[in-house]
């Protein structure tokens, strides 16, 4: 059982673990320990989730959703199986927060009126530099 927040607790038949041999630090210890862990989270079945939050959390997952409809979150920074694990369970946890927050809808503006006449005067002055430009005449 995993607790996201107060309302959100995924259960243990939707996370799912396997622990494979690592590429990170350890030395020797690498080729014959299985001490990475791959967190996978079946986020399309989940009855915890509502629909909005498993949209973004599909967004914010990118590469790590699969097309089943599951987050795979894989951990090797450490040499302990035991925190991989837990860092992963982190992960998947903060990534689910994120999804929770709504974005703020944008309010459509309209720029004031002095903004508009500061940009018309700002290039009819550097239209007037460029016009300068020009050739010279000799007869003058």
């Known amino acids: 059982m ?3 927040n107060d309302e959100i607790i995924l259960q243990d038949w939707e996370l799912s673990e ?3 041999r690592s ?4 030395g020797q210890n690498v080729n014959k320990v ?6 996978r989270f079946e986020a399309a079945r989940s009855p915890s ?12 997952a990118g590469r790590r959703w699969t097309l089943e409809g599951a ?3 894989q951990c090797d920074e450490t040499r302990s199986q035991a925190r991989n694990r837990d860092i992963a369970r982190d992960r998947l946890a903060d990534l689910i927060r994120k999804a929770l927050v709504a974005p ?3 309010i459509a503006t309209r720029p004031t009126l002095g903004s508009k006449k500061r940009r018309l005067k700002a290039k009819k002055v550097r239209g007037e530099v460029k016009s300068m430009r020009g050739r010279v005449d000799p007869e003058d």
Do not use: D, H
Request: avoid cysteine; aromatic fraction near 2%.
């Open 71 to 73: 987050l795979i979150i």
């Open 18 to 20: 396997q622990f494979v």
């Open 34 to 39: 299985s001490s990475a862990v791959e967190l």
């Open 2 to 4: 995993l607790r996201i």
């Open 104 to 106: 703020k809808r944008r």
């Open 23 to 26: 590429s990170g630090p350890g």
């Open 49 to 60: 989730l509502p629909g909005p939050v498993k949209t973004r959390l599909k967004r914010l």
